[in-house]
């Protein structure tokens, strides 16, 4: 991830305080002798607004939720205290979304695949339940609306803030603004389909391209690698500063016809190292950087604009690229500069300008 995004507060995080009060108040205090009622949500007037407006209404999403939340209940009250208390350190750590990424040791996280295997009825229901709970037959409910905004207000609030206009995940294609009409769709950094919990938590969404959200990341799991280990993923709301440090080589003698293959990249700083190689994993950040090095209209048309532009100033490449490389360095995320600038010093390494220092 090449930057982090901003967390901007929002009346949507209510939405997962009424899931935290459901799970914790609700469902892991459930007794066979105490029938579910209304009565069990009087500790959140707001929820239990809701809770009873659902009740009598005969929407979609209305009896999809409180259908959820009392099969649940019943399942949660025929559970052990032991039973229970594992719930919920799994529930807490799934959502510390900051700690998951780090891959902090302190915390063990569930996955609906080993949750299964603890209570396999259990395990159905919630996965219906969480899965279920960012469809707009629930969150475009009058009610519920009334209480905790829109997506659409959300991201209007979240880019007022995330300004950068590109996709933090790739850098290489844009994101909409707040002068747009339309937004781009919030990824769930951790898979909801793999993921119990925290599908409507906010520091587990993020608005992400097309590219890198329906291309390459899919439902792939940043926290397991293909052997499955655990490993550390960037965190897309960390307030940790890092930078990335693109470094390129290239083997190839004739820049015209350069190909991916003779392009190699790397990425540092080495403290850093395991969260960048999970990110380029996930997203397929090295084919895709290479690919756009390679581009006509990208890499190829960089290396023509320093010997063309160059001239027509009467200036040496080698004097051009380095107006270039200054810009690159104070606007890394305009036109790509962030890629171009280390793929312009490998064409100078390999000697494509005249004028080499």
Not at 95 to 121: P, V
Not at 250 to 260: M, S
Not at 293 to 318: H, M, T
Request: with cysteine; net charge neutral; charged share 25%.
């Amino acid at each position: 991830m090449l930057f982090s995004y901003v967390y901007v507060p929002h009346s949507m995080e209510k939405m997962q305080g009424y899931i935290d009060y459901i799970f914790c108040s609700v469902w892991c205090r459930a007794s066979k002798n105490i029938p579910f009622s209304f009565g069990l949500f009087s500790g959140n007037p707001d929820l239990k607004e809701i809770i009873t407006a659902f009740h009598y209404s005969d929407a979609k999403g209305a009896d999809f939720f409180n259908g959820h939340v009392e099969k649940i209940y019943t399942i949660f009250s025929t559970l052990s205290g032991n039973q229970i208390g594992r719930l919920k350190s799994w529930y807490k750590n799934n959502n510390d979304l900051e700690k998951a990424c780090g891959n902090h040791t302190a915390i063990s996280l569930i996955r609906y695949d080993e949750l299964a295997q603890f209570h396999t009825d259990l395990s159905t229901e919630l996965a219906a339940f969480f899965k279920g709970l960012y469809s707009k037959d629930l969150l475009n409910l009058a009610v519920l609306r009334k209480k905790i905004g829109t997506i659409d207000d959300h991201y209007k609030a979240f880019m007022s803030q995330n300004r950068a206009g590109k996709c933090p995940f790739c850098g290489i294609q844009d994101i909409k603004g707040i002068y747009h009409s339309k937004r781009d769709a919030y990824d769930h950094y951790l898979p909801k389909g793999i993921y119990p919990f925290n599908s409507i938590n906010f520091k587990n969404l993020a608005p992400t391209c097309h590219e890198c959200n329906s291309a390459y990341k899919l439902t792939r799991d940043p926290l397991l690698n293909t052997t499955n280990g655990s490993r550390k993923a960037f965190y897309p709301y960390s307030t940790h500063i890092h930078w990335i440090e693109l470094k390129i080589d290239l083997n190839c003698a004739d820049w015209t016809t350069i190909k991916p293959e003779e392009i190699c990249i790397s990425a540092g700083p080495d403290e850093i190292k395991e969260q960048i190689s999970t990110w380029n994993d996930v997203y397929g950040i090295k084919e895709r950087y290479r690919a756009k090095c390679c581009g006509e209209n990208d890499g190829k048309g960089w290396i023509r604009e320093v010997v063309d532009e160059s001239q027509n100033y009467g200036l040496s490449p080698f004097q051009y690229l380095e107006g270039k490389l200054r810009t690159a360095k104070n606007e890394p995320w305009v036109d790509d500069n962030f890629l171009k600038a280390p793929f312009l010093k490998a064409c100078r390494k390999a000697g494509f300008f005249d004028d080499r220092p």
